[in-house]
């Protein structure tokens, strides 16, 4: 039971470019969220999904693209990378209200982006 | 506009003593708060919550205290050890508002042998 990973660890882009960063969870969430944390700063969202198929925006949205083709899989893309994208981005993934669960969310161990 | 805030950036606290980090909120719709651990590199670990039904919860060493009328709630640590030192992030969320669990920015703690 790997519970979330994420991938690639570390990433350099140049300004303009573009990738695609990759979460995964094995423990049947329906939930999943992209957050990302600067200095200094909580954690703030990005993107979440309630559900294979589903996605909506978070408190910090703009010039990120998320999708959740399969349950286990969330995937966060930065069409055209700019500088003030350059953070330590967190995957994480929760059961659902209507399970009776609680908000706990478990998290990744994060993705280091540099963009120059 | 932070909702959760963490007022003490930094807590330097000796072994074997009680550690007590302080969580404020603003928003009175919040009704489930979380405490996570972060050491550096890694991602941030679920560490205890509480219901806003609960005044108190317990497990083990840690105990989160909820002050609803202040908006107020702390984290205790006792008794702290060096294993303990990390970045504390409190966390908010409210059933109305969907999914989003609110952090604040963070204390870090530091135990001193």
């Known amino acids: 039971n790997a519970g979330v990973t994420q991938t690639p660890k570390f990433r350099v882009l140049k300004t303009g470019q573009s990738m695609t960063l990759l979460c995964a969870q094995d423990?049947?969430?329906?939930?999943m969220y992209w957050y990302r944390q600067d200095p200094g700063m909580g954690l703030r969202l990005i993107h979440y999904?309630?559900?294979?198929?589903?996605?909506a925006k978070g408190e910090v949205p703009d010039g990120y693209n998320v999708s959740r083709l399969k349950k286990q899989n969330f995937l966060l893309g930065l069409e055209s990378a700019a500088p003030s994208q350059t953070s330590v981005y967190f995957c994480?993934?929760?059961?659902?209200?209507?399970?009776?669960?609680?908000?706990?969310?478990?998290f990744g161990p994060g993705t280091r982006l540099t963009v120059l | 506009d932070q909702q959760v805030k963490q007022n003490s950036p930094s807590l330097s606290v000796q072994e074997g003593r009680i550690s007590i980090l302080n969580c404020d909120y603003t928003n009175s719709m919040f009704d489930y708060f979380l405490w996570y651990k972060k050491y550096p590199a890694e991602g941030p670990t679920f560490l205890i919550s509480?219901?806003?039904?609960?005044d108190k919860n317990e497990d083990g060493r840690f105990t989160v205290f909820l002050n609803k009328s202040a908006k107020h709630l702390s984290l205790h640590i006792v008794p702290s050890q060096p294993g303990d030192s990390a970045v504390y992030f409190c966390?908010?969320?409210?059933?109305?508002?969907?999914?989003?669990?609110?952090f604040g920015k963070g204390t870090s703690l530091l135990v001193t042998p």
């Open positions: 994480a993934s929760s059961y659902s209200r209507a399970s009776g669960s609680t908000d706990t969310q478990y």
């Open positions: 999904s309630v559900g294979e198929g589903t996605t």
């Open positions: 423990m049947n969430h329906e939930y």
């Open positions: 509480i219901s806003s039904i609960k």
């Open positions: 966390a908010a969320s409210a059933s109305h508002s969907g999914y989003a669990l609110n």
